[in-house]
């Protein structure tokens, strides 16, 4: 296999890879947030706005993490820089 | 596949280029600041007033509650570079049900100049705040070993504000850029709505850290005497 097609399917590979777990661990972290959170809602309906605001932070500090693997895969796929290398190399 | 609405080019002259973010961002800018002093021409103070005006009330007194519930005492300190950052991210999101408008916080760009805004900000406020002293004691604030995890951090905060906001934007421009291939009836429109909602609570979310790092930068500490004190 020369160094294209090696370029091209660990590009791909990874970019689905990347993806995939990527997005496992925040959305079971979230998950476990929001059940939390509804729990503790119950318990104290009055400090809600307070516990809804914290939930909306917290989630997304959570969600960032799922963020950085899409911009990683999208950067493997569109903006590629040692596939624009190589192509430019031909 | 158009990766932001930088690559939409419109005018070029030399080495500057008018592309697609400005002047979607100076189309924003426009709309917001005719739209304020159109309805800010004759204020009320009477019972009485235009619903135009109750708009902007709601909308400036709902920013004034979220920036004090954060834990700012004097939130009209804040109001002016919090609620302009809200609202401009806020528009920007809810403009995308306008046909053949791209939110310009979908390219990099915009969201590291905002995150970089920030990132100005919150030493401003500290030192406005606290004086120069006060806020540089802050970063030696438990020990002196901590001194670079708290440099790190102020740095890697910034750059998950950008990351963050572009992620979300970018993602929800492709996925109903790529819908409209595929399956270009009811779909997009699903989606385009679940992109409102994002793009609305991530505005929410970068306005509310933008807060936390603020207050973070200006809480008064108490001095280790007064606490040990107080039962």
Same mark, same amino acid.
């Given at each position: 296999m020369d160094s294209i097609t090696i370029i091209a399917v660990a590009s791909i590979v990874i970019a689905g890879i990347t993806t995939g777990f990527g997005t496992m661990g925040p959305a079971l972290a979230e998950g476990r947030a929001v059940a939390t959170a509804l729990t503790s809602l119950a318990q104290q309906p009055d400090a809600s706005s307070t516990i809804t605001r914290t939930l909306f932070v917290g989630l997304a500090m959570i969600e960032s993490t799922a963020i950085y693997c899409f911009v990683v895969s999208m950067i493997l796929i569109f903006a590629n820089p040692f596939w624009n290398h190589i192509i430019a190399g031909k | 596949m158009r990766l932001s609405p930088d690559q939409l080019i419109f005018l070029r002259y030399g080495l500057l280029k008018l592309n697609a973010t400005i002047v979607f961002t100076w189309g924003l800018m426009f709309v917001l600041v005719v739209g304020s002093i159109l309805i800010t021409r004759k204020l009320s103070t009477?019972?009485?007033?235009?619903r135009w005006q109750n708009l902007l009330e709601m909308v400036v007194t709902g920013i004034e509650k979220q920036i004090e519930g954060v834990g700012? $005492?004097? $939130?009209e300190k804040y109001l002016g570079f919090l609620g302009t950052l809200f609202l401009f991210l806020a528009t920007a999101s809810v403009c995308t049900i306008i046909p053949g408008y791209e939110p310009p916080t979908g390219s990099l760009s915009t969201t590291v100049a905002l995150a970089l805004c920030v990132f100005i900000a919150v030493p401003f406020f500290g030192i406005a705040d606290q004086g120069i002293g006060g806020y540089l004691k802050s970063y030696v604030e438990p020990t002196v070993i901590m001194l670079p995890f708290n440099i790190i951090s102020e740095i890697s905060r910034t750059l998950a504000l950008a990351v963050r906001l572009f992620g979300n934007m970018m993602s929800g421009a492709m996925i109903i850029a790529i819908l409209l291939t595929i399956t270009p009836f009811v779909f997009p429109i699903v989606m385009t709505a679940l992109g409102l909602l994002t793009g609305t609570v991530q505005a929410y979310i970068f306005s509310i850290l933008a807060a936390v790092y603020i207050a973070a930068a200006t809480r008064v500490r108490m001095p280790k005497a007064e606490a040990a004190a107080a039962p």
């Open positions: - | 009477e019972l009485k007033r235009s700012l $005492p004097h $939130p």
